[in-house]
C-alpha cells in the first residue's frame, strides 16, 4: 500500500533524556506551492532541537513535510507551522527549524524561527 502524507507527527521515548544533546535532521525534498502563483517552490528543510522527552519519529516526519506539497502557503508561513507543530508533539528543550528555498524570480529565501 502507497504511504500517504499526513499531519500526524508521532513520537518516541528519548533513550537519554537526561542529557543535553543536539538532533538534526534535514531534508531537500520539501515543497508547498506559492498561494499567489500556484507555482511549486522547493527548498530544504533543517531542524535542530534538543530533545526532553520526546524524539519525532523520522517516518512519520517525511510524511509530514509531504503533506504541504499542495498546499499554497507562504514560506513564513510553513516555517512557522512546521516549529508549531513539532513543539506541539515533542515538547524539546530547544528547537530551530530553518526552510531554505530555491531561487525563483531571482530571490532566494532562508527563513529561521526558533523556540525559545
Partial sequence: ???????????VPNPEPGRD???????????????VTGQ?????????YVPDELLVELKSLK????????EGAFHEA???QILDDL???TMPRRMTV?????????IATTVTASHP
Wanted: proline share 7%; hydrophobic share 35%; net charge negative.
Fill in 87 to 89: 513543539l506541539r508533539a
Fill in 98 to 106: 530553518e526552510t531554505i528555498w530555491k531561487v525563483r524570480g531571482g
Fill in 40 to 48: 511549486p517552490d522547493f527548498g530544504t528543510v533543517r531542524i535542530t
Fill in 78 to 80: 510553513v516555517t512557522n
Fill in 1 to 11: 500500500m502507497p504511504s500517504e502524507p499526513t499531519k500526524e507527527l508521532i513520537t
Fill in 63 to 70: 510524511m509530514y513535510l509531504w503533506s504541504f506539497r499542495n
Fill in 21 to 35: 544533546y543536539e538532533v538534526l535532521v534535514e531534508t531537500d525534498e520539501m515543497t508547498c506551492m506559492c498561494p
